[in-house]
Antibody, heavy 123, light 112 residues
């Protein structure tokens, strides 16, 4: 059974850097094809994909946020870390990490997801 | 950039059938398959359809997905509606040209 859980601060100040950790079980990030992604959801709004890291350390970032994001992995700890710099109140959202699935080329989705963690950006 | 557009909300009565659309911009779904997620209030999304029309184990066959290439759209159809189906539904596709994942704006389904 695959599970993921996000952890990190619930409150950050504007201009600060946010660091979130995704701790997972039931799979290994050293296995070919495996990936872990981050997705966020502002209160009452839609899902937005942020970043993804693959088993081979290849990384993908949302074009609109690429300059602010860094995703890394610690395979030995079964963890993926997302950092987002220069936080702003508009970044207030629930942040989810999720396991990447792919049934074939061109079919790529997230399942399952962690429970999410609400991050509020306020002074 | 590739975008997915969904209606903001739909509503239907219990026992009826509802269809939620997801329209792609600027490119077809021919090589970019569509997934659908259900998100109940206060919960994380879960997959109800992947690869256009495949149901994960445990998802009832009341849920089905389809693609209409002529209109560049995908659809999620839920038949025999139950009150427990009331949720937000998101379509998602992988943009293989830009190597990123795209979500639709979400559709709120009300079953009343």
């Amino acid at each position: 059974q695959i599970t993921l859980k996000e952890s990190g601060p619930t409150l950050v100040k504007p201009t600060q850097t946010l660091t979130l950790t995704c701790t997972f079980s039931g799979f290994s990030l050293s296995t070919s094809g495996v990936g872990v992604g981050w997705i966020r959801q502002p209160p009452g709004k839609a899902l937005e994909w942020l970043a993804l890291i693959y088993w081979d350390d290849d990384k993908r970032y949302s074009p609109s946020l690429k300059s602010r994001l860094t995703i890394t992995k610690d395979t030995s700890k079964n963890q993926v870390v997302l950092t987002m710099t220069n936080m702003d109140p508009v970044d207030t959202a629930t942040y989810y990490c999720a396991h990447r699935r792919s049934s074939r080329v061109g079919v790529d989705w997230f399942d399952p997801w962690g429970q999410g963690t609400l991050v509020t950006v306020s002074s | 950039n590739f975008m997915l557009t969904q209606p903001r909300s739909v509503s239907e009565s219990p026992g009826k059938t509802v269809t939620i659309s997801c329209t792609g911009s600027s490119r077809t779904f021919a090589s970019n398959y569509v997934q659908w997620y259900q998100q109940r209030p206060g919960s994380a999304p879960t997959t109800v359809i992947y690869e256009d029309n495949q149901r994960p184990s445990g998802v009832p066959d009341r849920f089905s997905g389809s693609i209409d290439s002529s209109s560049n759209s995908a659809s999620l159809t839920i038949s025999g509606l139950k009150t427990e189906d009331e949720a937000d539904y998101y379509c998602q596709s992988y943009d293989s040209s830009n190597l990123n994942w795209v979500f639709g704006g979400g559709t709120k389904l009300t079953v009343l």
